[in-house]
């Protein structure tokens, strides 16, 4: 069993990593950023959620709204205390930073985050009433689906584990937005909602990243990635058109 | 921030010619923190020739056996480990942060299920832990280990499994595949590639009945096992893995040692301020300021010391310091005085820096 095999080609070649101390330094650097957008991304999804919370219509719509918060909360800790185990301080790390803090709403930071934290740019945009929570929720969490079967598949093998857990729940919320969707549109016709599916539409595709990126080859070789954005986009594009054309909706132009 | 208790080494026993068991037991009231899951591993820490090393080793106990081992094989060129194998004794104190680790899978009582372990050398140490928990554990559930070796004499725990076969005859099965050394059956000589793991799992394993299978060994056998069970139709819920490199990532040289160590223009004070409270230290510049913390007694947060985790930033607030490498901090946090301390040369003679902002 004295073959040598370097920990790049044994990558290359599907090949699973399982504690931080055979993580070779770029993977690392790549991996922590990975773990930082996702966990940051839920913790400020879940704070600008949390506010939206009592705007619902309803003991029901409040009780989903609420377990939404609840349950991104708790997917955000599942990854930190992965990061954990690269040494990072887990408890600062969440209470450092203010995750409710938004931009405002017209603001234009296309792909670019914010200089405080890794949230993916659409968690930078504040959310406006309970109907725009729901519209940005369903298209998100249709994204957030399909980027998280692609991420169940990271060689990181602690990792890949805690998004296979997650993968079932956050499709729940999925769910539950395009159940919400379905209420409203019922409730005041498509009109008004079409206007903010028009706003968060773009937001959302951007948070595939760039359709031509460079990263991805070295991201692909490591197993940090499989699918190149653009096919992801596009996925998510025909998904989400799918559902909106059944509540009578459709994407931005 | 990584923690270290102190253990007390309570028994050393060597397993083959170039393996230990270390026998543990945690002191000043750290055994909490060491209640494992079987198949995970502790990271010790020691100082060799002035510069500590961290080095994780995986848990062999089964936790109902009520004691803490680890298996310890001597790698070539390895500091840690020949220092295990030749001079740690009995009566000695080691430093290990709790234990880590995922390899394992959630045992239930009333389970009737088939495990599949494969084991490449000392890559048995969690596996045994996790077969002899789970045999314990599982009174109705069975284990086949594919273990993998050089000969009959590098195998580590050979008595002990041959005991565990007696013991949970009927439940338990251990298949040797030897390298070098014939066996009656060809089947069991050579290494463990995909073609072997396919031969095995046509007449002497019943792959289609596996629910869980462990592998821990080295890399190539870990890729030629697990295409394997893939093809068996295993999908990636049911393999669990458990890696540790042979090559451990090297150490960053100091850069070039200054000549005239008294002169002022090669030393700095440094203030460096960690967990609310300030030190101030005369280091040269030649050296890290994590190193200068570190060797002042600071418990400065660090992990690889490569410029990537970012677990070592700090904020410099007054003076001037160089980074060597940078992997992990983007551009903006440079420019608000961040640095790795782990990459972080001071350059002017006074600096003030802060762990905590």
Redesign the interface.
């Known amino acids: ?7 790049t080609s ?1 990558l290359a ?10 993580v ?3 993977y ?2 790549e991996l ?1 950023k990975l773990m930082a957008t996702f966990v940051d991304s839920e913790l400020a999804g879940a704070a600008g959620f949390a506010d939206i919370i009592n705007e619902g219509p309803g003991i029901k719509a409040r009780i989903a709204a609420a377990r939404i918060v609840l349950e991104k909360t708790d997917h955000a800790e599942k990854v930190l205390r992965i990061m954990g ?5 887990t408890e600062r790390y969440a209470d450092h930073h203010p995750w409710t803090a938004r931009l405002e709403r017209e603001a234009d930071i296309g792909q670019s985050r914010t ?1 405080h934290d890794m949230r993916l740019a659409v968690f930078n945009y504040p959310l406006e009433g309970w109907a725009d929570a729901v519209v940005m929720n369903f298209l998100m969490g249709r994204a957030v689906v399909l980027q998280l079967e692609e991420l ?2 990271v060689s990181y ?2 990792l ?2 805690a998004f ?1 857990a997650i993968l079932p729940v956050e499709t729940r919320h999925a769910e539950l937005a395009e159940e919400g969707l379905m209420v409203l549109v019922e409730a005041q016709g498509p009109d008004g909602l079409q206007e903010l599916v028009d706003y968060w539409w773009p937001r959302v595709a951007a948070s595939f990243g760039q359709e031509d990126s460079e990263k991805f080859e070295g991201l692909k070789a490591m197993g940090l990635r499989r699918t190149p954005n653009a096919d992801l986009k596009a996925r998510w594009q025909q998904d989400a058109a799918d559902i909106l054309d059944k509540a009578g909706l459709k994407p931005a132009a | 921030m990584a923690r270290f208790h102190d253990l007390e080494v309570t028994d050393v026993r060597k397993t083959i010619r170039d393996a230990v068991v270390v026998t543990l037991k945690p002191v000043n009231g750290a055994a909490e923190a060491f209640d494992f899951t079987q198949g995970q591993y502790l990271t010790f820490r020691r100082d060799f020739d002035g510069e500590e090393l961290r080095r994780s080793y995986s848990i062999c106990a089964g936790k109902d056996e009520g004691i803490l081992q680890v298996g310890i094989k001597r790698v070539d060129g390895g500091a840690f480990s020949t220092w295990a194998n030749t001079e740690l004794k009995a009566g000695d104190t080691l430093q290990a942060m709790a234990p880590m680790g995922t390899f394992f899978t959630p045992l239930d009582g009333t389970a009737e299920k088939h495990y599949l372990g494969f084991a490449g050398g000392s890559g048995i140490t969690p596996v045994l832990s996790i077969l002899k928990t789970t045999l314990a554990e599982e009174p109705k559930s069975s284990f086949t280990l594919v273990y993998a070796n050089k000969g009959v004499n590098t195998i580590m725990f050979r008595e002990e499994l041959e005991d565990l076969k007696n013991l949970y005859m009927g439940r338990f099965n251990v298949i040797h595949v030897l390298e070098s050394d014939a066996q009656e059956i060809d089947l069991f000589t050579g290494l463990v590639t995909e073609e072997k793991c396919a031969q095995l799992f046509e007449h002497w394993i019943d792959i289609e009945n596996v629910d869980t299978a462990f592998i821990c060994g080295p890399e190539p056998m870990m890729l030629g096992i697990a295409a394997a069970l893939r093809s068996a139709g295993l999908d990636d819920s049911q393999i669990k893995f458990e890696l540790f490199a042979s090559a451990q990532p090297g150490r960053a040289k100091r850069k070039a040692a200054a000549t005239d160590a008294a002169s002022s223009a090669n030393q700095t004070k440094a203030a460096i301020t960690l967990d609310g409270a300030t030190q101030t230290i005369e280091m040269g510049k030649d050296m890290t300021l994590l190193d200068a913390a570190l060797e002042n007694a600071m418990d400065a947060p660090y992990a690889c010391k490569a410029g990537v985790c970012s677990t070592c930033r700090c904020k410099v607030l007054e003076g001037e310091v160089e980074m060597v490498a940078n992997h992990a901090l983007e551009d903006y946090e440079v420019e608000k005085g961040y640095v790795l301390s782990c990459q972080a040369y001071p350059v002017t003679d006074n600096v003030v820096v802060d762990y905590d902002q």
Do not use: C, W
């Open positions: 069993m004295s073959e040598e095999m370097s920990i044994y070649q599907g090949g699973v990593l399982t504690n931080p101390s055979n070779p330094p770029r690392r650097a922590m185990d690269f040494g990072a301080d200089k169940s598949h093998q602690p890949a584990e296979r």
